[in-house]
């Protein structure tokens, strides 16, 4: 009965699930994972010092019979030219150096276990667990195409003008059926959270959502006058469409977005934009000034514990995609 239920509630979506429903679904298997990332070993190729050792001795003893070999003939031949005597001594360093590389090729790589941090245990057990959850993580420290790193600091740039810093980690998925990558940045001081998802609404303008304190970031835009006065006290909005610009900022969705500014007590920056639509037309920048996907060092001994430090990373995750609910990206209503 309880294995029925615990099936029934994987058929919902990983980001409606409670944090209850989360941690009895998921606590055994994000345990076991860890378990199975501890326990893994981890290995490192190096090379067979004896083999290494034997290698370097036969190159050295192969080189010094060349140049005995070389000496000889300089030697028995006073009367050669310096031309014969050059091309003597290139035919020399060749064969040393097919000589070098024939015995470092005999160096036999072997396969060293090497010992795991507690830090490198939870960079792969993270990986791990939310690509079981249907997510997508790449961490700088495992590696991630610089090609990606390039290109996402080109697109915000372009579009915000001032995004500076190292991405640390990125999230790829799908939320409720509408896809987005989540990538957060730190530079040196604080971090920030860059968010690209896609709407199926129609628009061609481009929008821009900034602080109230910094002027229009291209030309060609006009200042949006809300409704909401207290969304335009915080917020500067600019469009090149003045139509589309109320179509999709709803008052839901400026709802939304105070709310998560002063609840975070963080700062934001969005653009709706059809420049990129390989990568999506919504842009998100988010100041929230914190490592927010950070897995605890400590405290994380029991199987509970652990399930429920997963899903605060979710949680914060989801907070962040509520934005989106309120868009109804995957719904065109027309205008």
Avoid at 200 to 217: A, D, H, N, W, Y
Wanted: with cysteine; aromatic share 14%.
């Amino acid at each position: 009965m309880v294995e029925q239920n615990k099936n029934t509630q994987l058929q919902k979506d990983i980001f409606d699930l409670s944090e209850a429903e989360f941690i009895y679904y998921f606590q055994e298997k994000i345990f076991s994972l860890y378990c199975s990332v501890k326990n893994k070993k981890i290995y490192q190729k190096v090379a067979d010092p004896a083999s290494c050792l034997k290698s370097i001795f036969f190159v050295f003893i192969s080189i010094v019979l060349l140049i005995l070999l070389f000496w000889f003939i300089m030697t028995s031949f006073t009367n050669m030219s310096f031309l014969i005597a050059l091309t003597s001594m290139l035919f020399l360093a060749f064969w040393c150096r097919i000589v070098a590389r024939f015995f470092i090729s005999k160096i036999n790589i072997i396969k060293k276990e090497s010992p795991i941090s507690e830090e490198a245990i939870n960079l792969h057990f993270k990986k791990a667990v939310f690509n079981m959850l249907g997510l997508s993580h790449e961490d700088i420290n495992l590696g991630i195409d610089m090609r990606v790193l390039i290109r996402f600091y080109d697109i915000f740039k372009q579009l915000f003008g001032q995004v500076n810093g190292n991405i640390e980690e990125i999230f790829t998925g799908a939320y409720h059926k509408i896809p987005f990558t989540m990538v957060e940045q730190f530079n040196g001081i604080s971090h920030d959270v860059l968010l690209i998802t896609k709407t199926s609404k129609s628009f061609k303008g481009e929008i821009q959502i900034v602080s109230s304190t910094r002027p229009t970031l291209g030309k060609g835009f006009q200042p949006v006058n809300l409704e909401d006065v207290k969304f335009s006290k915080e917020y500067n909005v600019y469009a090149q469409d003045q139509v589309e610009a109320r179509y999709l900022l709803t008052p839901a969705f400026l709802e939304r977005v105070k709310r998560y500014r002063n609840v975070k007590l963080c700062d934001m920056e969005i653009a709706f934009s059809q420049k990129y639509p390989q990568f999506g037309n919504v842009f998100f920048h988010i100041k929230t000034g914190m490592d927010m996907f950070e897995l605890p060092a400590n405290n994380m001994g029991s199987k509970e514990a652990r399930a429920k430090a997963v899903y605060n990373i979710l949680f914060e995750i989801k907070d962040i995609l509520r934005i989106v609910d309120t868009l109804k990206l995957d719904q065109d209503i027309g205008m």
